[in-house]
């Protein structure tokens, strides 16, 4: 396992990062899940600020800041619902992971935490997520000095034992 690399089961609001990522939706209005949760840690000018962003298209992220999250900043990602996975879904999916990073480089940040984006409510395979979500942090960090962390908030046991298995091998 890459040595900046780290799972931690945890409610990622509570995490201490330079930016948090958010499992958002293209409108970027809020939603339940994991999206839900740090609108109600970070407070309603997290609303606010989103709302002047013009939404976000699935595969690409946008950063506001963090209001009341222990984190610096959100870095709002769009993940793609799954369809079956003839429509592209791992190609957004993996997009979603390196447009994040980018934007955490673009502002010199060096810590970012991620939820397993789009293996709630939008259904992707859990073990597939993993591991693009794995393989596409693991080949940024090798390409990008500058990140120094990036945790993997896993939220439920199901997803604790797959990045346990996949990150130890
Ligand atoms: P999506 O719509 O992208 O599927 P969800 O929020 O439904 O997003 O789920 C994404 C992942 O976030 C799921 O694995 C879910 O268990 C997890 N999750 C939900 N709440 C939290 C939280 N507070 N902190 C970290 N992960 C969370």
Redesign the pocket.
């Known amino acids: 396992m890459n040595a900046k690399i780290k799972l931690i089961k945890?409610?990622?609001?509570k995490l201490h990062v330079n930016a948090i990522v958010n499992?958002a939706?293209s409108s970027l209005r809020g939603?339940?899940?994991?999206?839900g949760?740090?609108h109600r840690a970070a407070g309603r000018q997290l609303l606010n600020e989103c709302k002047t962003l013009n939404g976000c298209a699935t595969g690409d992220a946008k950063i506001t800041a963090a209001y009341k999250l222990p984190a610096n900043y959100v870095i709002h990602a769009v993940?793609p619902v799954w369809h079956g996975g003839k429509y592209g879904e791992a190609d957004k999916l993996r997009s979603a992971y390196r447009r994040s990073l980018e934007i955490a480089v673009e502002n010199n940040l060096k810590t970012i935490a991620f939820?397993?984006?789009?293996?709630?409510?939008?259904?992707?395979p859990k073990k597939q997520a993993a591991e693009i979500a794995i393989t596409t942090v693991s080949d940024f960090l090798s390409e990008n000095e500058q990140i120094e962390q990036v945790i993997f908030?896993?939220?439920?046991d199901e997803?604790l034992q797959i990045y346990n298995e996949l990150l130890r091998s």
């Open positions: 945890t409610d990622i609001t499992a939706n939603g339940g899940g994991v999206d949760a740090i993940g939820p397993n984006i789009s293996t709630g409510v939008y259904g992707f908030a896993v939220f439920d997803n």
